[in-house]
């Protein structure tokens, strides 16, 4: 148990749709980090708040919007659902801004199927 | 931009036998950071091993070792005396050295067999 927490586990909806996704990050942890994991793209990184800031973006699609929260939890909203967002969603967080991929501890993620 | 390339989507290894994982990558960057992860399935992202591209040394971690060719822009994994617990998605990635994105391959499915 990394201590990252990520609700739903599972979660099932229907193209156009709109879902948000939560994460709670480890006590202590400053940086949220978000990841898409899909069959033919492997991980990629979405975008990465620290202290309740924007720090760096990836591939993240216009229709996807994050945020931290002031008791440094994440949401990662996901709107205008289409099939190839169909994808395992990792949050990840980490004490230091750095990035460094072996300073963050992952959640368990949240599987997400569009119909 | 960097491109990360694991070529080898599924393979198998016989229990006690040495398997080596695939990785290239391609970057203008002169120092950066490589790393294999494993994602079992219990779907968690665990460091197997880190190098450092200004290290001429390749990295090893008890089973686990790579061979950087840093002019080849290669980075291989070998696991030694395979184990069932190896079996498992294996994830290649890059990072700058200075800068908080990094990139990854698309996994290696791994099934070390008994």
């Known amino acids: 148990d990394s201590g990252v927490t990520q609700t739903p586990k599972h979660l099932i909806t229907a193209t156009g749709q709109r879902v948000t996704l939560r994460c709670s990050p480890r006590?202590?942890?400053?940086?949220v980090y978000w990841y898409q994991q899909s069959l033919d793209q492997g991980l990629q990184f979405l975008i990465q708040?620290?202290?309740?800031?924007?720090?760096a973006k990836g591939n993240i699609l216009e229709r996807f919007s994050a945020q931290q929260f002031p008791d440094l939890h994440s949401e990662l909203n996901l709107s205008s659902l289409e099939l190839g967002d169909s994808a395992l969603y990792f949050c990840a967080s980490s004490v230091t801004p750095s990035g460094s991929m072996d300073e963050q501890f992952f959640g368990p993620g949240t599987r997400l199927t569009v119909l | 931009a960097q491109t990360v390339t694991q070529s080898q989507p599924e393979m198998s290894v016989q229990e006690a036998e040495t398997v080596t994982l695939s990785c290239t990558y391609d970057?203008?960057?002169?120092?950066?950071?490589l790393f294999w992860y494993k994602q079992p399935p219990s779907r968690q992202m665990i460091l197997v091993i880190r190098?450092?591209?200004?290290?001429?040394q390749n990295a090893t971690e008890n089973r686990f070792s790579v061979n950087f060719q840093k002019a080849a822009k290669s980075f291989s994994l070998k696991i030694s005396d395979s184990q069932l617990g190896d079996t498992a998605m294996y994830f290649c990635?890059?990072?700058?050295?200075?800068?908080?994105?990094?990139?990854f391959g698309t996994g290696t499915s791994l099934t070390v067999i008994p």
């Open positions: 708040y620290y202290n309740g800031e924007e720090r």
């Open positions: 190098q450092e591209a200004y290290k001429q």
């Open positions: 006590s202590g942890d400053l940086s």
């Open positions: 990635a890059f990072m700058k050295l200075l800068g908080n994105q990094f990139y």
């Open positions: 970057t203008s960057e002169n120092n950066y950071y």
